[in-house]
């Protein structure tokens, strides 16, 4: 279709091309000016979606024996050519040009084009075809966890570089410490990016069974243990100041005949090969460890030199994941060519000024880092050095790590044409090195050229298809950047969103968005492996939905807990299909695996008394999803006056988890201003949030970027920065089902997926958790049914049913009257919900800014029982916290029990069989008084 619309605009516009001058031949460009604008506009239409605001022209014609080879600006090699655009793109200028000019070759920029074309973008599971295929095997592991010996065709045995952009920088030129980038729209790039990296992109390739490697540090636990010197024990003991989950990270000695060492942490096997990344701290994962003595094991004695469990705060002052990669390298002793290149490199060029000294140190040493990484590998043979000091870095001789892919993330700094467009998705690759187009494997540089096309085609593609099919890419630049160029190895600088546009913030911001967004580079990254190395390819699972969690029989103090799910099809990879599921099941704090199974379902049994919980993770040849939502089951155990086990059924609560919003702050977007409100509500970032530095306060779309300190449109405050801010880890059943399970009753548990679509609940009380559920309109793959408004209408006649219900939230009566988002919701459906409040759950009407200081109390003479409590206000890495809850005014019949402190409003209501609060329960700061709210409020069904 898009070869058809391109013949039919060459054909309109063939009569100006055609009028050209025809019997002179010329090597003056200016004549062939008119066929570049057409062949300019063609292209643009061959290629839909792209954004290339310079235009391309021929700059210089050059006669070589009877032919003229044509030379091209620079902007006409940006265009992403695939497979047959090149030669597309010959016959089209031939064609053009007319028949008494003799074509001979054709250059975009300094690049002949029949070099630039690649591969195209496919979803099958086979490489396409690569005329720069490597026909060998998969290279060891540095890290094997035992767990995921079933990937055998995704990353397993890939090795991938990574790194979030910029970092917190020493300004030596006025001594002081500062941000890289301005902060605009809450965020700060150098923080954005680093929190896509570590949460989101490196999870996935490591799901995927990729070893990832960073410059920067990756953990974000600021409590931190170091045990120094040889460690000649096979038990490796320390004391965990607080409890928690702390990264651990060991370093070993070089070895050439050992081979594997074992190391179990926290009840993890892993098999760590010390003939590659030694003398450098290498990332085990993240464990929880109780407060006080802990060990770590390991099979070989003498080797491991320094283990480091935590992160702490760096020479800064802020935590460690906040620096740039010069001090965290500088920190576990790279050499000074590494940390401090502008010694070696720079020279004293104008750039080199006191200033940009160690701004320029922390850019470059990423990919120096990168080189020395992979010297002494495949991907980088040992070679005899320069006596310069550009191969000072190597002298060492590097780590012997084979390097497959390095990804440098950014978020770009360019202005949008207007207001309500997207800047897009730029990518960066380099050519050429030292004149070389060469890398130190004699593979050939174009390779660079073939990574970014697929990981770029990826992303606008998945975007497009999942967001807005506004959503632009910008072209492929061959830049000599120092991240792109000095590798060693294939490498995109990406350059993902533009910090200074609203609209690419708005999917930036978007926790949802930043999901896509990586697994689309995750997806680019796994083809052009596939395509590199020849091998097929399967891209993993997503999670799972409709999960379920009941009570079987009782059998000799013992209760069977029957777990069941479906699976979540990829509409966007056809290979993306689960073979089987790991059930993971969590006693005390941590999770462990307990089956694997190639059904929907597990039934297994646990000791009456005890309250479990689980998760899922669907897996095929390819890897693992993300683990899916938190469930929790239990019978507490009780005997009647024969000593024989109770039958409980008829007093089950059911717990309902319907809180699955993750999403950006409220924003909106109005002609004269835009931005987001972050005291009308902050969002709900995935899991936690390492990128928010502080509001907004700009909000004038007319206000320009100035310089850092006066960024203009989307200025934010800086306060926040370094903190850890806690989202949706959906974890919140199993405090619900505890306070029910203590206070005496079996407890299940359900999506709301699976509760609305199932067949008729008889729970004795059903607790619905709606947390800070509110429409957000942001999921346009509604048919996935991974996102809910609080109370659709599959969920009323559910609740409708119910003998007896609880329902907790922050919006339950805002998500019927407003909107917090820039979105239009049927007049119709708003009015039936309001309806639904006042007849069903007793609430006439409510107020948005039911309290201030978020605090609770009993009403003085009625009421629940409770003593007064707090709510989760502030933000923290300990729990998502509150900018609003509703307060309701009571309905005919609707009885108060609860107000808050400061407004006297009602913060709780009972109507008939239902008791509607207008907060979170899983935002009561105390256990304590979470576990009486429970409690007294399931007496009220007695």
């Known amino acids: 279709m898009k070869r058809f619309i391109a013949f039919i605009v060459l054909m309109i516009l063939g009569t100006a091309v055609f009028a050209a001058p025809k019997n002179t031949v010329s090597t003056n460009p200016k004549y062939y000016r008119p066929q570049s604008k057409i062949l300019d506009s063609l292209v643009r239409v061959r290629i839909p979606g792209i954004q290339i605001n310079d235009p391309v022209k021929v700059v210089k014609?050059?006669?070589?024996?009877?032919?003229?080879?044509?030379?091209?600006?620079?902007?006409?090699?940006?265009?992403?050519f695939v497979e047959g655009d090149a030669a597309w793109f010959i016959k089209t200028w031939k064609r053009l040009v007319g028949s008494k000019v003799p074509v001979g070759n054709i250059y975009l920029g300094s690049d002949n084009i029949t070099t630039l074309d690649t591969s195209p973008l496919g979803n099958n599971g086979s490489p396409s075809g690569n005329r720069n295929r490597l026909a060998v095997g998969r290279s060891p592991m540095l890290i094997l966890d035992h767990d995921k010996k079933f990937i055998t065709k995704g990353l397993n045995g890939r090795h991938i570089?990574?790194?979030?952009?910029?970092?917190?920088?020493?300004?030596?030129?006025?001594?002081?410490?500062?941000?890289?980038?301005?902060?605009?729209?809450g965020i700060v790039e150098d923080l954005l990016s680093q929190s896509i990296a570590i949460d989101y992109l490196a999870p996935m390739l490591e799901n995927a069974g990729a070893n990832i490697y960073m410059p920067r540090e990756r953990g974000v636990q600021n409590n931190e243990v170091i045990i120094e010197g040889t460690l000649g024990l096979r038990e490796i003991e320390f004391s965990i100041p607080e409890e928690g989950i702390y990264p651990v990270f060991i370093t070993y000695s070089k070895q050439t005949k050992i081979t594997a060492v074992e190391v179990e942490v926290a009840d993890k096997k892993l098999t760590v090969n010390p003939t590659m990344a030694y003398d450098m701290p290498v990332w085990l994962g993240e464990f929880y460890f109780p407060e006080g003595d802990n060990t770590i094991k390991v099979s070989q004695e003498g080797i491991i030199r320094r283990v480091k469990v935590g992160n702490g705060y760096g020479r800064s002052g802020m935590p460690r994941f906040c620096e740039g990669s010069k001090y965290y390298l500088e920190d576990n002793g790279a050499d000074a060519s590494l940390v401090s290149p502008t010694r070696f490199y720079v020279g004293n060029s104008p750039s080199d000024t006191l200033a940009k000294k160690e701004y320029t140190d922390d850019y470059m040493s990423r990919g120096l880092w990168t080189q020395n990484l992979s010297y002494g590998s495949r991907i980088n043979p040992k070679r005899v050095l320069e006596r310069s000091d550009r191969d000072r870095h190597l002298r060492d001789g590097g780590k012997n790590v084979p390097v497959d892919v390095a990804l440098a993330l950014h978020t770009d700094g360019m202005v949008p044409l207007a207001d309500s467009t997207y800047v897009g998705t730029l990518v960066i690759y380099t050519l050429k090195h030292y004149n070389k187009d060469k890398f130190p494997n004699k593979e050939d540089r174009i390779l660079n050229r073939e990574l970014c096309n697929l990981v770029q085609s990826q992303i606008v593609e998945d975007l497009r298809e999942t967001f807005d099919d506004a959503f632009v890419r910008r072209g492929l630049w061959n830049r000599s950047y120092s991240e792109s160029r000095t590798t060693g190895t294939s490498t995109v600088l990406l350059e993902g969103f533009s910090h200074l546009s609203f609209p690419d913030m708005v999917l930036g911001n978007?926790?949802?968005?930043?999901?896509?967004?990586?697994?689309?580079?995750?997806?680019?990254?796994?083809?052009?492996?596939?395509?590199?190395?020849?091998?097929?390819?399967?891209?993993?699972?997503?999670?799972?939905?409709?999960?379920?969690?009941?009570?079987?029989?009782?059998?000799?103090?013992?209760?069977?807990?029957?777990?069941?799910?479906n699976a979540v099809q990829d509409r966007l990879e056809p290979t993306a299909r689960p073979k089987g599921y790991i059930v993971y099941e969590r006693k005390g704090k941590a999770f462990r695996e307990i089956a694997r199974v190639k059904n929907n379902s597990y039934t297994h049994s646990i000791p009456l008394g005890e309250i479990r919980s689980y998760c899922i993770a669907a897996y095929n040849e390819g890897g693992k999803s993300f683990d899916s939502e938190i469930l929790a089951a239990g019978m507490p155990l009780r005997h009647d006056a024969s000593g024989e086990v109770c039958d409980l059924g008829d007093s089950v609560v059911l717990v309902v988890n319907n809180f699955t919003r993750i999403a950006p702050a409220s924003y909106f977007a109005e002609e004269e201003t835009a931005g987001f409100n972050y005291d009308e509500d902050a969002g709900v970032p995935y899991k936690r949030d390492l990128a928010f530095v502080g509001k907004q306060y700009n909000f004038d779309r007319k206000s320009k970027y100035t310089n850092d300190e006066f960024p203009g449109h989307g200025a934010s405050f800086y306060g926040k920065a370094g903190n850890v801010v806690a989202g949706n880890d959906f974890d919140y059943v199993f405090r619900h089902a505890k306070a029910a399970f203590e206070a005496g009753y079996p407890v299940e548990s359900i999506s709301a997926s699976a509760y609305m679509e199932g067949e008729k609940n008889e729970p004795w009380v059903t607790d619905i958790i709606c947390g800070k559920q509110i429409k957000t309109g942001m999921n346009l793959n509604d048919k996935d049914r991974y996102f809910f408004e609080t109370l659709p209408e599959g969920l009323r006649n559910k609740i409708d049913e119910s003998k007896n219900v609880i329902i907790s939230g922050s919006y339950i009566a805002s998500d019927a009257y407003r909107e917090i988002y820039p979105i239009q919701i049927d007049s119709v459906a708003k009015v039936a919900s309001i309806n639904y409040l006042n007849n069903a759950l007793g609430i006439k009407n409510y107020t948005p800014t039911g309290s201030d200081s978020m605090k609770v109390t009993p009403l003085q003479n009625n009421g629940l029982r409770v003593a007064p409590f707090s709510l989760y206000k502030e933000q923290c890495p300990e729990h998502y916290s509150l900018e609003k809850t509703d307060a309701f005014i009571p309905a005919k019949g609707a009885v108060k029990l609860l107000i808050y402190e400061d407004s006297m409003l009602p913060a709780a209501v009972l109507y008939k069989n239902k008791v509607t609060f207008a907060f979170p329960l899983e935002c009561i700061t105390s256990d304590e008084a979470f576990g009486s709210v429970v409690k007294e409020t399931l007496k009220i069904f007695k």
């Open 61 to 80: 014609v050059v006669k070589e024996k009877n032919k003229y080879d044509f030379y091209f600006n620079q902007n006409a090699g940006t265009f992403p």
């Open 161 to 185: 570089a990574l790194w979030g952009s910029h970092g917190y920088y020493h300004n030596n030129l006025n001594d002081t410490w500062g941000w890289q980038r301005p902060p605009l729209f």
């Open 510 to 565: 978007n926790p949802y968005g930043r999901l896509v967004y990586c697994r689309a580079i995750y997806k680019g990254v796994l083809k052009y492996i596939s395509n590199h190395y020849g091998c097929p390819y399967i891209v993993t699972p997503m999670g799972v939905k409709d999960f379920k969690a009941e009570l079987g029989e009782v059998k000799d103090e013992n209760v069977e807990v029957k777990l069941s799910w």
